[in-house]
């Protein structure tokens, strides 16, 4: 029995499309990213980038 990987072209990861596990991801980082605004009291992506740099969470 061969081990899929997910790492060949229509390929599955147990049986998931790779479509299905790009959606399921992208939903979470989008819901982690709005709570993570939420607590910020951020209005968008951008105040939390500079939140981010300010307070040395991210560097350029």
């Known amino acids: 029995m061969r081990d ?3 790492t060949e072209p229509g390929s ?6 790779p479509f299905v596990v ?3 991801i992208g939903s979470l980082l989008s819901l982690h ?3 993570a605004m939420a607590k910020l009291g951020a209005r968008d ?3 939390t980038v500079v939140w981010a ?3 040395g ?3 350029p």
């Open 4 to 6: 899929h990987t997910g």
């Open 12 to 17: 599955t990861i147990r049986g998931v499309a």
């Open 22 to 24: 790009a959606y399921t």
């Open 33 to 35: 990213v709005g709570r």
């Open 45 to 47: 992506r951008l105040q």
């Open 53 to 55: 740099y300010q307070n």
């Open 57 to 59: 969470v991210a560097r």
